[in-house]
Protein backbone atom coordinates (compact mmCIF):
# COMPACT_ATOMS: atom_id res chain seq x y z
CA UNK A 1 0.00 0.00 0.00
CA UNK A 2 1.54 3.87 -1.07
CA UNK A 3 -0.64 5.77 1.47
CA UNK A 4 -0.31 9.86 1.58
CA UNK A 5 -0.72 11.73 4.75
CA UNK A 6 -1.48 15.31 4.81
CA UNK A 7 -2.76 17.59 7.54
CA UNK A 8 -2.77 21.06 9.10
CA UNK A 9 -4.20 22.77 6.40
CA UNK A 10 -4.76 25.61 7.73
CA UNK A 11 -7.62 27.44 5.76
CA UNK A 12 -4.59 27.51 2.75
CA UNK A 13 -6.57 26.66 -0.26
CA UNK A 14 -3.41 27.06 -2.91
CA UNK A 15 -0.90 25.22 -0.67
CA UNK A 16 -3.97 22.14 -0.79
CA UNK A 17 -4.35 22.26 -3.94
CA UNK A 18 -0.52 21.95 -4.69
CA UNK A 19 -0.22 18.69 -2.73
CA UNK A 20 -3.45 16.67 -4.05
CA UNK A 21 -1.94 17.68 -7.60
CA UNK A 22 1.09 16.33 -6.73
CA UNK A 23 -0.30 12.85 -4.79
CA UNK A 24 -2.83 12.71 -7.85
CA UNK A 25 0.45 12.70 -10.62
CA UNK A 26 2.11 9.63 -8.06
CA UNK A 27 -1.18 7.74 -8.54
CA UNK A 28 -1.69 7.12 -5.23
CA UNK A 29 -5.66 6.85 -4.22
CA UNK A 30 -5.32 6.71 -0.46
CA UNK A 31 -5.20 9.95 1.68
CA UNK A 32 -5.74 10.62 4.89
CA UNK A 33 -6.08 14.38 7.19
CA UNK A 34 -4.95 14.96 10.67
CA UNK A 35 -7.05 17.94 10.93
CA UNK A 36 -6.91 21.34 11.48
CA UNK A 37 -8.16 21.86 8.12
CA UNK A 38 -9.13 25.83 9.06
CA UNK A 39 -7.95 28.70 10.60
CA UNK A 40 -4.76 30.41 9.44
CA UNK A 41 -5.69 31.04 5.46
CA UNK A 42 -8.53 32.74 4.13
CA UNK A 43 -10.17 29.97 2.39
CA UNK A 44 -11.98 27.59 5.00
CA UNK A 45 -14.41 26.96 2.58
CA UNK A 46 -13.10 26.39 -0.15
CA UNK A 47 -10.86 24.23 1.46
CA UNK A 48 -13.42 22.06 3.41
CA UNK A 49 -15.67 22.11 0.16
CA UNK A 50 -12.82 20.03 -1.68
CA UNK A 51 -11.54 17.76 1.56
CA UNK A 52 -15.80 16.87 1.21
CA UNK A 53 -15.54 16.77 -2.35
CA UNK A 54 -12.57 14.09 -2.34
CA UNK A 55 -13.60 11.98 0.60
CA UNK A 56 -10.87 12.02 2.09
CA UNK A 57 -10.87 10.50 5.33
CA UNK A 58 -10.42 13.10 8.46
CA UNK A 59 -10.24 13.77 11.80
CA UNK A 60 -10.98 17.11 14.23
CA UNK A 61 -7.89 19.27 14.92
CA UNK A 62 -7.77 21.28 18.10
CA UNK A 63 -8.23 24.72 15.71
CA UNK A 64 -10.59 23.21 13.81
CA UNK A 65 -12.75 22.48 17.53
CA UNK A 66 -12.04 25.84 18.77
CA UNK A 67 -13.65 27.41 15.68
CA UNK A 68 -16.84 25.02 15.81
CA UNK A 69 -17.15 26.25 19.34
CA UNK A 70 -16.16 29.91 18.96
CA UNK A 71 -18.90 31.44 20.20
CA UNK A 72 -19.89 29.40 23.24
CA UNK A 73 -16.13 29.57 24.01
CA UNK A 74 -15.39 33.50 22.91
CA UNK A 75 -14.72 34.77 26.12
CA UNK A 76 -12.51 32.08 27.60
CA UNK A 77 -10.82 32.22 24.36
CA UNK A 78 -10.22 35.71 24.91
CA UNK A 79 -8.28 35.27 28.17
CA UNK A 80 -6.61 32.56 27.02
CA UNK A 81 -5.21 33.29 23.64
CA UNK A 82 -2.87 35.88 22.06
CA UNK A 83 -5.01 38.51 20.30
CA UNK A 84 -3.52 37.23 17.08
CA UNK A 85 -4.47 34.11 17.55
CA UNK A 86 -7.79 34.43 18.74
CA UNK A 87 -8.81 36.61 15.43
CA UNK A 88 -7.37 33.98 13.23
CA UNK A 89 -10.30 31.88 14.70
CA UNK A 90 -13.11 34.51 14.85
CA UNK A 91 -12.39 34.38 11.22
CA UNK A 92 -12.74 31.23 10.36
CA UNK A 93 -15.86 31.10 11.78
CA UNK A 94 -17.02 33.94 10.71
CA UNK A 95 -16.29 33.05 7.12
CA UNK A 96 -17.37 29.39 7.31
CA UNK A 97 -20.77 28.28 5.68
CA UNK A 98 -22.92 26.43 8.07
CA UNK A 99 -22.94 23.04 6.65
CA UNK A 100 -18.68 23.55 6.46
CA UNK A 101 -19.32 24.47 10.22
CA UNK A 102 -21.00 21.04 11.22
CA UNK A 103 -18.93 19.35 8.76
CA UNK A 104 -15.75 20.16 11.26
CA UNK A 105 -18.25 19.62 14.09
CA UNK A 106 -19.04 15.87 12.99
CA UNK A 107 -15.26 15.06 12.88
CA UNK A 108 -14.08 12.33 15.03
CA UNK A 109 -11.21 13.23 16.99
CA UNK A 110 -9.49 10.22 16.52
CA UNK A 111 -10.40 7.67 13.18
CA UNK A 112 -9.24 4.33 12.91
CA UNK A 113 -8.80 2.63 9.18
CA UNK A 114 -8.42 -1.05 8.36
CA UNK A 115 -7.04 -1.12 4.70
CA UNK A 116 -5.37 -3.96 3.15
CA UNK A 117 -5.09 -5.95 6.26
CA UNK A 118 -3.39 -3.20 7.90
CA UNK A 119 -5.08 -1.26 11.18
CA UNK A 120 -4.32 2.42 10.95
CA UNK A 121 -5.21 5.51 13.46
CA UNK A 122 -5.20 8.69 12.46
CA UNK A 123 -5.74 11.61 15.02
CA UNK A 124 -4.61 15.49 15.39
CA UNK A 125 -2.42 15.37 17.98
CA UNK A 126 -2.76 12.07 20.03
CA UNK A 127 -5.57 9.71 20.15
CA UNK A 128 -6.79 10.96 23.51
CA UNK A 129 -6.06 14.55 22.69
CA UNK A 130 -6.25 16.87 20.23
CA UNK A 131 -3.89 19.12 22.30
CA UNK A 132 -1.48 17.02 23.33
CA UNK A 133 1.08 15.70 20.62
CA UNK A 134 4.09 14.16 19.96
CA UNK A 135 7.40 14.75 18.30
CA UNK A 136 10.59 11.90 17.39
CA UNK A 137 12.12 13.11 20.49
CA UNK A 138 9.07 12.37 22.83
CA UNK A 139 10.55 9.73 25.30
CA UNK A 140 9.23 6.16 24.11
CA UNK A 141 7.11 5.60 26.94
CA UNK A 142 4.80 7.69 25.60
CA UNK A 143 5.01 6.13 21.98
CA UNK A 144 4.34 2.94 23.70
CA UNK A 145 1.41 4.13 25.92
CA UNK A 146 -0.22 5.54 21.99
CA UNK A 147 0.54 2.42 20.58
CA UNK A 148 -1.17 0.33 23.86
CA UNK A 149 -4.08 2.95 23.26
CA UNK A 150 -4.66 2.04 19.51
CA UNK A 151 -3.56 -1.16 18.60
CA UNK A 152 -2.73 0.13 15.47
CA UNK A 153 0.25 -0.90 12.84
CA UNK A 154 0.23 2.59 11.36
CA UNK A 155 -0.50 5.69 13.35
CA UNK A 156 -0.70 8.94 11.81
CA UNK A 157 -0.55 12.10 13.75
CA UNK A 158 -0.38 16.03 13.42
CA UNK A 159 -0.90 19.50 14.92
CA UNK A 160 3.59 20.15 15.53
CA UNK A 161 4.23 21.09 11.85
CA UNK A 162 7.13 19.01 11.83
CA UNK A 163 7.34 16.21 9.89
CA UNK A 164 9.02 12.43 11.73
CA UNK A 165 8.48 8.97 11.14
CA UNK A 166 9.66 6.86 13.98
CA UNK A 167 8.89 2.77 14.51
CA UNK A 168 8.08 2.15 18.33
CA UNK A 169 7.21 -1.91 19.34
CA UNK A 170 6.28 -3.28 16.02
CA UNK A 171 4.21 0.56 15.09
CA UNK A 172 5.25 3.09 12.50
CA UNK A 173 4.27 6.42 13.72
CA UNK A 174 4.19 9.47 11.44
CA UNK A 175 3.81 13.05 11.48
CA UNK A 176 3.36 14.30 7.70
CA UNK A 177 4.13 18.10 8.63
CA UNK A 178 2.00 20.68 7.47
CA UNK A 179 0.18 21.65 4.27
CA UNK A 180 -0.60 25.03 5.16
CA UNK A 181 2.36 26.51 7.27
CA UNK A 182 5.46 25.18 6.06
CA UNK A 183 8.74 24.45 7.63
CA UNK A 184 10.93 26.88 6.14
CA UNK A 185 8.83 29.86 5.67
CA UNK A 186 5.85 31.06 2.97
CA UNK A 187 4.91 28.83 0.23
CA UNK A 188 6.05 25.78 0.74
CA UNK A 189 3.93 22.67 1.76
CA UNK A 190 4.73 19.61 3.50
CA UNK A 191 3.11 15.65 3.21
CA UNK A 192 4.10 12.22 3.35
CA UNK A 193 3.85 9.48 1.59
CA UNK A 194 4.11 5.92 3.28
CA UNK A 195 5.00 2.61 1.73
CA UNK A 196 4.18 -0.87 3.26
CA UNK A 197 5.23 -2.55 0.17
CA UNK A 198 8.64 -3.02 1.78
CA UNK A 199 10.09 -4.18 5.09
CA UNK A 200 10.29 -2.40 7.26
CA UNK A 201 7.77 0.18 5.94
CA UNK A 202 9.20 3.98 5.02
CA UNK A 203 8.00 7.12 5.26
CA UNK A 204 8.83 9.43 2.46
CA UNK A 205 8.33 13.62 3.17
CA UNK A 206 7.56 15.48 0.50
CA UNK A 207 8.40 19.69 0.36
CA UNK A 208 6.20 21.24 -2.84
CA UNK A 209 5.97 24.72 -3.64
CA UNK A 210 2.65 26.72 -4.19
Not at 51 to 61: A, D, F, K, M, T
Not at 81 to 110: C, D, I, K, V, Y
Request: net charge negative; charged share 25%; glycine share 6%.
Amino acid sequence: MYLAAIGDIHGNLPAFQAVLADIDNTGIQTIVNTGDTVAGHPWPNEVVELLRERNIPSVQGEHDRRVVHFLRKKQTLRRKLPEPEFETLRHAHEMLHSQNLEFLRGLPRQRALHIEAIDICICHGTPTSQAETLDENAPEAKFKRVRELTNARLIICGATHRPFSRIVDGALFVNPGAVGFGPRGANMATYAVVDTEVEPWETYFKELPY
